[in-house]
């Protein structure tokens, strides 16, 4: 069963390490000392609260859409070039760079600080572990 540091619970998560401290005194998050004597999470607890998280991160629209992949942010940078632009978004722990025309930001007025939510829609998602096998 995979277990994690306080430390990268709280940069998994997009918290401070006081944080997950704090969840685990409280009861939120189980820690158990490991092996070396330090503060280590179970990684499905740690998903879990993560799904918690993300839950709780409303979608400002208020659309329903069948895409499931929905990064509420903020626009942290707008970058045109003649009819097209890059729009930067910060979700939480994620940067999400979306590709589109300069009208579509003006339309939606996109600018920096705007909040923004991101939906992906792949026919495709790549999966990686570090230490997987190749």
Do not use: C, Y
């Not at 998050?29 to 991160?57: N, T, Y």
């Not at 930067?88 to 579509?104: C, K, T, Y």
């Amino acid at each position: 069963m995979p277990q994690f540091r306080i430390s990268e619970v709280a940069g998994l998560l997009g918290v401070s390490d006081d944080t997950v401290r704090r969840w685990v005194d409280q009861g939120v998050l189980a820690a158990e000392h490991d092996e070396h004597g330090r503060l280590v999470v179970d990684g499905a607890d740690a998903a879990r609260r993560a799904v918690d998280l993300a839950s709780a991160a409303e979608d400002p629209s208020g659309v329903a859409r069948s895409a499931r992949n929905r990064f509420v942010g903020l626009v942290t940078r707008v970058q045109r070039d003649g009819v097209m632009a890059q729009v930067d978004i910060q979700a939480g722990p994620h940067r999400v760079v979306s590709l589109m025309s300069a009208e579509a930001v003006d339309d939606l007025a996109l600018e920096v600080g705007s909040l923004a939510v991101a939906v992906v829609k792949a026919t495709t998602v790549i999966v990686e572990t570090p230490g997987g096998t190749p």
